[in-house]
C-alpha cells in the first residue's frame, strides 16, 4: 500500500519560502516518477510540478517557473518542493503524488496515481 505523507505546509507572508517534504512509503520509490499537484480555495486541481524517477529531470507549470525546485531523494524515499518569492495566488493545499506513467514522462505522458492529505501552504500579510 502506497502512503504518502506531506509535510512543511504553514502560513508564510508574500515574497517568503516554505519547504514542502512528502515521506513515501509502500513502493519502490526509486522507481517512480513523482509530482506536486495543489488546490486553490474555490478552484480545481492544478499540476505544480513533476520529476523522473530518478531525480535529474524536472519540469514546471509555467505559474511557478524560476520561483519553486523540485527534488527527489532516493535514498531517503522523500519527495521535496522547495518554495520561493512566494505570492498569495500561490494559497493551496499542495498534494504529493506519485505519477504513474503510462507514455512518456518527457512528454507528461503520465497521470496522478497516489496521493497524500495534502498541506496547506497560506501566503497572506
Known amino acids: 500500500q502506497v502512503q504518502l505523507v506531506e509535510s512543511g505546509g504553514g502560513l508564510v507572508q508574500p515574497g517568503g519560502s516554505l519547504r514542502l517534504s512528502c515521506a513515501a512509503s509502500g513502493s519502490i520509490f526509486s522507481i517512480n516518477a513523482m509530482g506536486w499537484y495543489r488546490q486553490a480555495p474555490g478552484k480545481g486541481l492544478e499540476w505544480v510540478a513533476s520529476?523522473?524517477?530518478?531525480?535529474?529531470?524536472?519540469t514546471y507549470a509555467d505559474s511557478v517557473q524560476g520561483r519553486f525546485t523540485i527534488s527527489k531523494d532516493n535514498a531517503k524515499n522523500t519527495l521535496s518542493l522547495q518554495i520561493d518569492s512566494l505570492r498569495p495566488e500561490d494559497t493551496a493545499v499542495y498534494y504529493c503524488?506519485?505519477?504513474?506513467?503510462?507514455?512518456?514522462?518527457?512528454?507528461?505522458?503520465?497521470?496522478?496515481?497516489?496521493w497524500g492529505k495534502g498541506t496547506l501552504v497560506t501566503v497572506s500579510s
Open positions: 503524488t506519485k505519477l504513474y506513467v503510462f507514455s512518456s514522462f518527457y512528454r507528461g505522458g503520465y497521470a496522478m496515481d497516489h
Open positions: 520529476i523522473n524517477s530518478a531525480g535529474s529531470r524536472p
